[in-house]
């Protein structure tokens, strides 16, 4: 019977090739209900092998079925719908005698253990191969089959892991497209292996336990993936990147609904998970943005975006919204240890941050009635999102939770630049602060560590002109004073050095936060620090040739209190300390301090040969 429905099947695609008018009337021989005598034979079988039917038998049968259907009559889900049924009845009574009108579903459930221990190697083979069969010409719409996910429950959990991978793998065929946070719930339902860990009734020992009674070698269903974990994961990302619908609120309940499925993958296993969620909730941001704001270009222009002392009250991330309304709400995550740890530690941070007093702005909120009629996502409540998200992985991954945090604040001070009626300057200031919240979680005195400075200074010169002077002050102080208390002198120094830029940025903006003294400070500082390394190893003289380079820099830009005597006493005490017979000992590090220091001492002669900035390097001594 097998056979036959495959000759049927293959017969019949190539005399829709080659006979297209129809003229041997194949097409309309099988217009008439060829599934449905081939089904009554399937049943006939079934009835007639009774307890001897085995579970590989019963499910070749459907897959013979299935691929005739799949074939025949393409699209046909009431077909498909009876294949996977009569599989699952079947299972369920396999090794007992089948009723004379079909089998029907017991009436007790059984369990998933129960289910996968009737199936021998062979049969969970068959299984696997029957539920992959729909995914490569259905994709999504397996979705509509209804005991599509009954079926998955008789296979062992590494080989619905493989079912799910090939699901992930359909997904990447062009025009797929996720249509609901619905739809997308399905989905992860089918990924539970692959977003969660083995459950401990079914753990590796209690499935040997199990499967001892039914073959004395090691069964395939104790196989586990043999996936790479780093292919699960890009697999998952690629889903997540298909989350775009025109409706945004539907948009944002997708991302609510993949964060809550994914939220344990991304703490225990691969943090890189909530990428695709964080970027695409910022790319919501902007879609939001451009309904709130329409006429952002007429406001720019009429009217800058000043900065200054100005401190006008603005609403902050939290305050103003409605955790109910919010689609992926905390109480939907699946409960766990590691999650209420996260809303322990967390928690109090982020309600820190929002500590902002709301305005009485009425004619704001009734243009945001206006554009939200139904209490719309905004893209505050979004920003809200991408904290909370990010703040989930502050725990276990707080390196990667601050590039994500710093690449929120970049937008919302740009977006706060496009348009005055956007108070995206209170926005980009929680950012930074929780920015500096999580690098307090880093390792201490790691290169990690180190570079999230460097990466938190860099974003902050970078949102400089959308931030009060008060705030910009306030987060440059807490930088300084983190840079103060890394324990490494040596790191120590090239932190303080970094530092200084924070204190004067020529070119950034017209009213950039400037504060010349400081700059001095933390170059004096550098200084000190500088001194007591090179007292311990002479091959930290490339600590004062870096400083040279910063007092150039700052010179050249006019900075008032960097003065050319400077630059002379340090040119002096680099020469002293070159003439030192310790310093050979410095090794390739003092040869590349030197080398530096010689191209230091070009640059500067060709300043004074130069005739705009001859006068005012002219003082220099080399």
Not at 304 to 331: R, W
Request: hydrophobic share 40%; glycine share 4%.
């Amino acid at each position: 019977m097998q056979s036959l429905m495959d000759r049927l099947a293959n017969y019949y695609a190539d005399e829709l090739l080659l006979d297209e008018a129809d003229e041997n009337d194949v097409k309309r021989s099988m217009a008439t209900d060829s599934f449905q005598l081939f089904d009554e034979c399937v049943g006939k079988v079934y009835q007639a092998r009774g307890a001897n039917l085995s579970a590989k038998e019963v499910i070749r049968l459907q897959t013979a079925l299935l691929n005739f259907s799949l074939k025949c009559y393409p699209g046909n889900i009431e077909q498909l719908n009876r294949c996977l049924s009569m599989c699952v009845d079947s299972l369920h009574l396999v090794g007992n005698a089948i009723p004379a009108d079909g089998p029907t579903a017991p009436s007790v459930e059984e369990s998933s253990a129960d289910m996968a221990r009737k199936l021998d190697p062979v049969a969970v083979d068959e299984l696997e191969k029957f539920l992959s069969i729909p995914l490569k010409s259905m994709s999504l719409k397996v979705l509509e089959l209804k005991d599509y996910s009954k079926l998955l429950t008789f296979l062992p959990w590494g080989h619905r892991k493989k079912v799910g991978i090939e699901l992930l793998k359909a997904m990447e065929a062009p025009g797929v497209t996720l249509k609901s946070a619905t739809q997308l719930d399905d989905i992860f339902d089918i990924l539970v292996p692959l977003t969660n860990d083995q459950p401990a009734s079914l753990s590796f020992q209690a499935t040997v336990a199990l499967m001892a009674d039914i073959s004395e070698k090691p069964s395939n269903a104790l196989q586990t993936d043999v996936t790479r974990p780093q292919e699960e994961s890009v697999l998952l990302s690629k889903m997540i990147q298909l989350i775009d619908h025109k409706d945004t609120n539907e948009t944002f309940g997708m991302l609510g609904v993949a964060r809550k499925h994914l939220l344990h993958a991304a703490r225990t296993r691969d943090p890189f998970l909530f990428a695709p969620i964080v970027f695409g909730a910022l790319k919501l941001v902007e879609v939001l943005y451009d309904k709130e704001f329409p006429n952002v270009e007429e406001e720019t222009k009429a009217v800058p975006s000043p900065k200054g002392d100005e401190t006008e009250a603005v609403p902050s991330l939290k305050d103003d919204e409605d955790k109910e309304a919010t689609v992926a709400d905390e109480s939907e995550l699946p409960p766990s240890s590691i999650q209420k740890e996260s809303s322990e530690s967390n928690g109090n941070e982020i309600n820190q941050l929002s500590a902002v007093v709301e305005p009485e702005n009425t004619s704001t909120k009734e243009s945001e009635e206006k554009i939200n009629p139904a209490n719309d996502i905004s893209c505050r409540k979004t920003f809200v999102f991408v904290q909370e998200t990010i703040a989930m992985l502050m725990a276990t991954s707080p390196e990667f939770a601050l590039r994500l945090t710093l690449q929120a604040a970049v937008l919302s001070s740009r977006l706060d630049m496009k348009s005055k009626s956007f108070e995206g300057s209170a926005i980009t200031v929680e950012f930074l602060t929780q920015a500096l919240a999580v690098h307090q979680e880093l390792t201490p005195d790691s290169p990690l560590k180190l570079r999230g400075i460097v990466s938190i200074i860099g974003t902050l010169l970078s949102c400089n002109s959308s931030l009060l002077t008060k705030d910009f002050e306030m987060l440059a102080t807490k930088i300084a004073q983190i840079s103060a208390k890394v324990s490494k002198k040596a790191d120590q120094c090239e932190m303080v050095m970094q530092c200084s830029h924070v204190f004067f940025a020529p070119g950034h903006h017209e009213k950039s936060y400037s504060n010349p003294q400081r700059v001095l400070e933390c170059l004096q500082r550098a200084l000190k620090l500088a001194d007591s390394c090179c007292m311990a190893s002479p091959s930290n003289v490339r600590l004062f040739v870096d400083i040279l380079d910063k007092y150039i820099f700052y010179f050249e830009k006019n900075n008032p209190v960097v003065a050319d005597k400077y630059l002379t006493g340090l040119i002096a005490l680099i020469r002293e300390h070159g003439n030192n017979p310790n310093s050979l000992a410095g090794g390739d590090s003092y040869s590349e301090a030197r080398a530096q220091f010689q191209l230091i001492l070009q640059y500067i002669s060709k300043k004074k040969e130069a005739e705009e900035f001859s006068t005012r390097f002219a003082p220099i001594v080399c």
